[in-house]
């Protein structure tokens, strides 16, 4: 008798429908086959499903059984079909009619007692079989509320094989999985640190205002202990909230990834991740034999901090050109080839030399101006095109330690970033950028234009400062951004002065 379960394997951050085969035969030599390119993990799923099965008091007798995968020719990996499998032979030996099995889709691990264990990528599977037009989804009881996210769908947690079992011969109920969305939205608000208590660094502020407003990278120069990490940990609390469209998203990737915390069902806040200068090109970016989202697709739609840039491998650094410049990692391989989203902020960090004193008026700087050279050189100029803003960070003077709390707070700064984004959202209605980083070639030319003051305010700055081509097109950006804070509906000189204000690593180069 051939029985068939419904489940998905995923590629990229989405799933795809796949359906199970169990062909269950008494005669010939008993054996068990499994075809439809299997990797390793699901190919020993054999042993863990007859092993839950007898556990679970189901006799399987000895037949000969082959299992296909379909469509067979898409590779599937994980262990999430260790219980459409299980319900495929038990439906396949008739114990459960095929009728009661058709309408779900099945994902779970199974453990050698039958309990059903968490698996990556529900809330994909739970989006797919929605759109396949399925009545819900059984998975283990720990992704109950994952799926549940994906709304207008059945989502059955279950405890163990045993229990699935008696639902679908209708001799058990178990309660469908909910989640309260309004609740989880509402966690948005709530961070634990806020730009209040960073005390000085008005500059750093105000540059991490005009980043978040305009959506344009940031890169921070400064001596160690000067608050430069202390800032990028804020810049979430002033970016604007997710939408839901968004935070379904962020939570797919997790989901993916299998970092999903078991509390929380959907990501709502804004990520801000931070990777260690020994990450390797795999891990920041995504990929490796069973291809998994790197760390800046974890940092999509928020904050990617690379705190000491230059001490990371320089081909490390180099492989961030691509997802910067298209907001996505495209992953190739011989038989496929993966896109997951990485549509981040990227703020960086740096000391000005080796020794981290070449700015600080108290220390002095012991390193060599080749040296010096030798460090900044770790950042390639095509890297350094794509961050917009260089700031400055200088050691906190004491009068500003002494103070008690900045006027300059999160709530403050946000309250004019969303007001920015809005002015954006208008300027560039039907079209498919929305912030004033994207802005290039004939875009830039019409929503920068320049009077006649302001051009000749721009030229003699070039030419003083002996800025290249790419700076010009940065301070246009940002003095566009500057204008929308200022609710400015054309660019002005002073505007243009402060853009030019943060480009120091184009200054330092003319000079």
Known sequence: ???????????????????????FSRSGMPAFTMVGLAEGAVRESKERVFSALKNCGFKVPPARITVNLAPADVRKEGSGYDLPLAIGILAAMGVIDQRAVDDWFLAGELSLSGELKSVPGVLPLALAARKQGGRGIIVPEANGREGAVAGDLEVIGAADLGQVVRMLLGEDTIEPASVDIDTLWNERSSHLVDFGEVKGQEHAKRAIEIAAAGGHNLLFIGPPGSGKTMLAKRIPTVLPPLSFDEALEVTKIYSVAGLLPSDRALMVTRPFRTPHHTISDVGLVGGGRYPQPGETSLAHRGVLFLDEMPEFKKSVLEVLRQPLEDGEVSISRSLMTLKYPADVMLVAAMNPCPCGYLSDETHPCSCSPLAVQRYRNKISGPLLDRIDLHVDVPAVPYEDLRQTR????????????????????ERFAGRHFSLNAELDGSALEEFCALGESEHHFLRQAVETLGLSARAYTRILRIARTIADLAEADTIGPDHLAEAINYRSMDREGAS
């Open 1 to 23: 008798m051939i029985s068939t379960a419904h489940c998905a394997a995923l590629r990229g951050i989405d799933a795809y429908p796949v359906q199970l085969e169990v062909d």
């Open 406 to 425: 900045s006027e300059m707070d999160s709530a403050t700064m946000r309250a004019r970033i969303l007001n920015a984004r809005r002015i954006q959202a």
